[in-house]
């Protein structure tokens, strides 16, 4: 190994992102295999500085990163703030950059211009084109728990008032009791349980809203698991409009046939009333729920959809679900990347690494030359 390869955990200034890509497990790993681990302090963050400290890490003061050594390797989670410098660091996070989405040039050709790199967390994968790590299962988890009690919150408040902001839970069994609750309140509105269609069912993020749904009461024939073998004769689909919930959990890679929209809705047998969309593809060309253009947050969880007639429509498309549990999902997804952490040493040449940096080379290459110039 190089000397002292080291690795710097940036803190998240995503509002309400409390995950983390390194855990105080991962990190020990790390610093057991020779690696330096420098780790901002954050405020934010669902492990406390102390956890990091106490298994030998070096914290150093938040937003330090753009200081950091050339050399230092620059982890983290979501997107980082929307700024202009160039940028000088290999970066290892999801940048939400490589499928054409909104303002996806300005994000990407910092790093060229500065002579960084991006490791794209989303596309790390194994030989055999699999993902080494995803935090999908948690993500159709939360996403499926925030569709249920918004529906039954809709039930309870005919008026339209928004469905109110939401903050994460310590854990699983937390989050369980209080949709079990939510759901017999809507329950006992409407005079029958909800009826929920995940799409992408058999996937990560489908199989955990699925086990959601299960574990928090709703019968096993009021959900309905649908993946490709059931959405390859093309949408839109009725089925959907005559659920009360739908579950978008597929991972979107070219254009397919709308699995809902605006006329689609427009039908006297319509149920829908909340459609969350986990794959969150809000400024994707290829959406197959192009009936919103606006991404929701945790402060504001829902936005509502032009629709004739009742009920009313709301959908829910945060990118960063899994924040709902951020230490479980952050210890099961950093579990699953650390043989590919324990790499970075030789990211120019192990395999998963090399891969994302040809995948970078990519679609730099293909970046309006215009972006290029400082």
């Not at 050339?70 to 410098?85: M, Q, R, S, Y």
């Not at 299962?137 to 928004?162: D, I, R, T």
């Not at 009021?222 to 659920?243: H, R, Y």
């Amino acid at each position: 190994m190089e000397p002292h390869t080291t690795l710097h955990l940036r803190s998240e200034c995503k509002p309400l992102e409390h995950r983390s890509a390194l855990t105080p497990t991962t990190t020990k790993a790390l610093l057991d295999a020779g690696y330096r681990v420098h780790i901002e302090r954050s405020p934010e963050r669902i492990f406390d500085d102390s956890e990091f400290q106490a298994v030998g890490a070096t914290l150093v003061p938040e937003n330090t990163w753009r200081e950091a050594p050339a050399d230092h390797i620059i982890v983290g989670l979501k997107e980082l703030p929307e700024e202009d410098f160039p940028l000088k660091h290999v970066h290892v996070q999801f940048a939400h950059c490589y499928k054409n989405q909104g303002g996806w040039e300005s994000v990407l050709s910092r790093f060229p211009r500065g002579g960084g790199t991006l490791l794209d967390l989303e596309f790390l994968v194994d030989d055999g084109g699999r993902r080494v790590a995803a935090f999908g299962y948690h993500a159709g988890f939360a996403g499926a728990a925030l569709a249920l009690k918004s529906w039954a919150w809709q039930l309870n408040h005919p008026n339209g008032e928004a469905f109110p902001g939401v903050s994460s839970y310590p854990n699983e069994s937390d989050l369980i009791a209080d949709v079990k609750k939510t759901i017999a309140q809507g329950t006992a509105k409407s005079g029958k349980g909800p009826r929920v269609l995940v799409i992408g069912a058999l996937g990560r993020c489908g199989s955990g809203a699925v086990d959601l749904c299960l574990r928090a009461g709703v019968p096993t024939e009021n959900v309905l698991k649908w993946d490709m073998a059931e959405t390859a004769k093309g949408g839109p689909f009725p089925e959907i409009v005559e659920s009360d919930i739908f579950v978008n959990c597929i991972y979107l890679i070219s254009k397919i046939p709308n699995f809902v929209d605006l006329q689609s809705l427009d039908t006297p047998n319509r149920k829908l009333s909340v459609i969350c969309d986990v794959s969150a593809d809000t400024t994707n060309p290829n959406n197959p729920i192009p009936i919103y253009t606006i991404s929701t947050t945790f402060d504001h969880p829902t936005v509502p959809v032009d629709v004739k007639g009742e009920p009313k429509v709301s959908i829910i498309s945060i990118d960063h679900l899994p924040s709902l549990l951020p230490r479980e999902a952050s210890e099961a997804f950093s579990k699953d990347l650390l043989p590919s952490l324990l790499e970075l040493k030789s990211w120019r040449t192990s395999p998963v690494w090399e891969r994302a940096e040809k995948l970078f080379q990519e679609k730099v290459a293909i970046l309006p030359k215009t972006y290029l110039r400082e």
